[in-house]
């Protein structure tokens, strides 16, 4: 995604920004959404909070409490180890959608879930509370300095701090957003709890606590100082910050290839946080840098960046084409808060332009218009995404997806004190009760190519009216008229138009904001292909349905694996693609429909000739369809050669597929959760783009053969490994033993080993335990990938 419009903005006056000039978004209280796609969106997510049960979620918190629940805990995340976190997420969404609507049944449960918390925390007599199954035990070893981290896990534990992080940061919510005082007293002994609990360790075992995800550990630990005005909790938030992350970036380097992604993002969050508290010039550097990198280098055109959750490689998006686990949906709701934070500690237009593409194109389309949340959004031509259920689906994008749709009046404005930013047009309105003044601003964006905002004042006054100039509106077009004299306008450089006047109730001011079709393109040389377009309208994203066949699985259940959308891969080569002449720019045939808005045919530019008709829409709003997002470009003279490349390849990939009975991508953090992976001292990382996983002792995955059509087992290794030896185990039998002497080249390979028919019959239920173990004095191969495959 290349958010590069250029320097030039148009202004009625010279704006220039800088850290001292930074901004203040308005209280969501303030803001108010009228009809349109957003205003629809919250509606529907505030029917989605109002069906789960608050006891259920309350659940875990009450059982490692010692107290009764008051009804069965939910299933799926909720009871596999990650037990409670989709109870704090319901605490920020319970905060931000009453603050949003006024809703007094949020309000209720709000106090309600407070009240339970408090109980529970009482219970724990320590100022600790938490959901996670045995976790006053694991804190006590933690305390004691018994740590055990790996990158998703500590203690044995399915990462712990992540978990609490949500309720750290639901309960901050809870008071700053919602106002409850009750949320701030049990957010403070909490940490006064984890502030005693890390008291005797050591700043470096501090930092292996971090090796294990923790979310925004560092930035909720810097709002509690701000909130209690105890320096204590920013120090511990300076200690909770991962150096290993923050070092490169203090330097510039970009070291994102292959990390986690979704355990990034809040990490540089808390960077920034602790920046703003503590004026660091270098740490907030350092957070810009991380977003320029992910920003430019790493995000498609929907604003979202990760294929099955980590980076991939800067100038290399094969994967993002080829997996059904394109960006996730927790990532784009992380950089949008990491955006928020340096757009309003450092005005700039291409904060403001990147947040808007990434809500509309990602944010809004993450909602089911029915309800039920997405999880992975693939760029996979021809693929789907599938949704989740109220009380079936709780993965992490489910609690991020509760929070998202209830805070889109968050930024559409912002002040400085006197003046008003207008950054999105969005239909809303303004209550800027402390100044006495009201603004609404009517407008059909993106339907049509303008806003019009009214201003209701008690008496005259002057202030500055700050009006976005997108980068997305091209130069000389933007206009601005108020009460209907067309203003003059002269370049600036801020991205912003000032209107500076003594402003009368009534006034009115329109803004023009024309669109025009640009082509966006990503580099994906392993598919055969050199370039792959997306259409963008303005900052629309553009898009077509292709049909709505073998959407298996659509509405999630609770399978470990429900988030991902498994159903059946249609073959790239038979997928609909762009044919251009002599380099010419595909956008210039994508044209209006008279008939409807933002709609769009591409005549003549589609092969093959059964989807010349396709439509172009909005991906906002396509759901419960498969779809195309990005197209293949070639040229004209070179169609055949280039279908017959990604032919062969797709033919491989996909009879892989059609044996391929389960999976897992050994050092990837759902993948190794979903099949309930289990080691000791064992360690991850990656080689040329690929993770591994070894140990010294044992390691060990359960695999699904629910038809018992499992019957092959295929190892990937790496040919450099030398010294390994190692057995591998099928269902505690021995399969085979593996000597590596590193002959196998610097290369990877692969192996199959047919598994006997006996170790298939002593399987428990509908899996098959692999486990690989050490023999003495040696390791395990790196292991790449398992896959249990069909003979």
């Known amino acids: 995604m290349k958010l590069r419009y250029g320097l030039l903005a148009l202004g009625i006056l010279f704006v220039t920004v800088g850290r001292g000039q930074s901004l203040r978004s308005f209280p969501l209280s303030e803001v108010e959404l009228a009809p349109g796609p957003f205003y629809r969106a919250q509606q529907t997510d505030l029917q989605y909070i109002l069906e789960l049960d608050a006891d259920r979620l309350l659940a875990p918190f009450r059982m490692d409490a010692g107290l009764e629940p008051k ?27 009453y603050a949003s609507t006024g809703n007094g049944e949020l309000k209720k449960r709000l106090v309600y879930m407070l009240d339970e918390l408090e109980e529970c925390q009482e219970a724990n007599g320590n100022g600790y509370v938490g959901g996670i199954p045995g976790g006053n035990e694991m ?15 500590l203690n044995g534990k399915w990462v712990p ?32 709890w984890l502030v005693d609990i890390t008291s005797g360790l050591s700043d470096e075992q501090i930092q292996e606590l971090l090796i294990s995800e923790h979310g925004g550990m560092n930035e909720v630990l810097a709002d509690v100082s701000e909130i209690t005005g105890d320096k204590k909790y920013l120090v511990l938030a300076e200690k909770f910050s991962h150096r290993k992350i923050l070092e490169p970036l203090l330097h510039q380097k970009d070291e994102l290839t292959g990390l986690h992604a979704n355990t990034q993002i809040p990490k540089v969050i808390g960077f ?39 980076f991939h490689p800067v100038g290399d998006f094969s994967d993002m084409i080829a997996s059904n686990q394109g960006p996730e949906t927790c990532n784009t709701y992380n950089m949008l808060r990491l955006t928020k934070m340096l757009f309003l500690s450092r005005p700039q237009r291409k904060y403001i332009d990147y947040f808007e593409r990434a809500l509309y194109n990602h944010i809004l389309s993450s909602q089911n218009p029915e309800g039920g949340f997405v999880y992975f959004t693939p760029m996979r031509p021809r693929h789907y995404r599938v949704y989740s259920q109220p009380q079936e689906g709780f993965w992490c994008c ?47 964006f993106p339907d049509e190519e303008g806003s019009q905002i009214t201003l209701q004042l008690k008496k005259p006054t002057r202030f500055k009216l700050y009006v976005r100039h997108p980068g997305w509106v091209e130069q000389g ?20 138009v000032a209107i500076d006047r003594n402003w009368k109730n009534g006034d009115k001011v329109s803004v023009g904001l024309p669109m025009h079709t640009t082509t966006e393109y990503l580099e994906a040389e392993k598919t055969g292909t050199s370039r792959w ?34 159903g059946k891969l249609y073959p790239l080569d038979e997928a609909p693609l762009i044919v251009a002449e002599d380099n010419e720019d595909p956008s210039v045939k994508v044209s209006p429909s008279a008939e409807k808005p933002m709609t769009f045919t591409t005549s003549g530019l589609i092969y093959p000739g059964k989807y010349k008709d396709m439509e172009l829409v909005p991906f906002y709003t396509i759901h419960n369809a498969r779809y195309m997002i990005y197209w293949p470009v070639v040229e004209k003279d070179e169609l055949r050669q280039k279908l017959d490349v990604i032919r062969e390849k797709e033919k491989k990939h996909l009879e892989l597929e059609e044996r391929t009975v389960d999976q897992v991508a050994t050092g990837e953090q759902q993948p190794e959760t979903e099949h309930h992976f289990q080691g000791k001292e064992t360690n991850t990382g990656m080689n040329r783009g690929s993770f591994w996983r070894d140990s010294a002792a044992w390691f060990g995955y359960e695999l699904n053969n629910v038809r018992k059509e499992g019957k092959v087992l295929r190892i990937t290794y790496f040919g450099g490994d030398r010294d390994r030896e190692f057995d591998i185990m099928v269902n505690g039998n021995l399969l085979t033993t593996v000597k590596q002497d ?36 040696s390791r395990t191969a790196g292991i790449y990938h398992i896959r249990l495959l069909k003979e």
Not at 404 to 425: M, Q, R, S, T
Not at 479 to 486: L, Q, R, Y
Not at 750 to 771: C, H, M, Q, S, T
């Open 161 to 192: 701090l992540y978990n609490i992080h949500k309720l750290f940061a639901g309960l901050r919510d809870a008071f700053e957003i919602a106002g409850n005082p009750k949320a701030k007293e049990i957010l403070v002994k909490l940490s006064d």
């Open 742 to 777: 590193g002959s196998g080249g610097d290369t990877f390979y692969e192996e199959d080993y047919r598994i006997p028919a006996e170790f298939l019959k002593v399987a428990e239920g509908n899996y098959i335990k692999v486990k690989f173990v050490a023999h003495k004095n």
């Open 477 to 496: 077009a933007f206009s601005i008229k108020v009460n209907g004299k067309e203003q003059k306008i002269r370049p600036g450089v801020s991205g912003y």
């Open 71 to 97: 009804a069965e805990r939910y299933g799926n995340w909720e009871n596999t180890g990650l037990d409670g976190h989709i109870g704090g997420h319901y605490l920020s969404a319970l905060a931000l959608m």
């Open 139 to 153: 804190w006590k070893e933690i305390a004691r300095g018994k740590i055990e981290a790996a990158s998703f896990s």
């Open 272 to 310: 920034e946080r602790i920046a703003e508290l503590g004026n660091n010039a270098d740490w907030a550097e350092a957070s810009d840098f991380f977003w320029n990198t992910v920003v430019e280098d790493r995000s498609v055109s929907i604003g979202g960046n990760s294929v099955r959750e980590h």
């Open 398 to 444: 489910v609690g991020s997806g509760l929070e998202n749709h209830g805070k889109y009046g968050e930024l559409i404005y912002a002040h400085n004190g006197p003046d008003i930013y207008v950054n999105l047009f969005i239909p809303s309105s303004l209550n800027w009760k402390e100044k006495g003044l009201k603004l609404a601003q009517q407008t059909k």
């Open 533 to 566: 377009a997306s259409f963008v309208h303005g900052p629309i994203v553009l898009a077509a349905v292709t049909d709505t066949t073998d959407l298996d699985g659509l509405f999630a259940d609770d399978s470990r694996m429900g988030h991902v959308a498994n």
